[in-house]
Nanobody
């Protein structure tokens, strides 16, 4: 089993920055992927960014390209989401997710993620 614990959310003004962290505890696969998703009440969960753990290849939603950066600390089994130039429309609960065994460098599909964190609230005021 894999437990994901997010931290780093909060309230920030538009144009500001936040850095989210997600620590993966338990047994993760040597080749897997991790991602960030966000959800606003009443709307479907939205993909934000993903990273292939072994090779480091990254993927981003068009809405966050150039503003958000996903990265990982290999030794600490932790993934980060650096969010810059935040906009009010970035307000959401951000969830970390982890796949099971993942042996490709292609972008993971939503159904590839087996483990999810509880989420951390990000609120951007205008």
């Amino acid at each position: 089993q894999v437990q994901l614990v997010e931290s780093g959310g909060g309230l920030v003004q538009a144009g500001g920055s936040l850095r989210l962290s997600c620590a993966a505890n338990g047994r993760t696969f040597s080749r897997h992927a991790m991602g960030w998703f966000r959800q606003v009440p009443g709307k479907e969960r939205e993909f934000v960014a993903a990273i292939i753990w072994s090779g480091g290849r990254t993927f981003y939603a068009d809405s966050v390209k150039g503003r958000f950066t996903i990265s990982r600390d290999y030794a600490k089994n932790t993934v980060f989401l650096q969010m810059n130039s935040l906009k009010p429309e970035d307000t959401a609960v951000y969830h970390c997710a982890c796949t099971g065994a993942y042996h490709t460098d292609l972008e993971p599909r939503g159904s590839d993620y087996n483990y999810w964190g509880q989420g951390t609230q990000v609120t951007v005021s205008s």
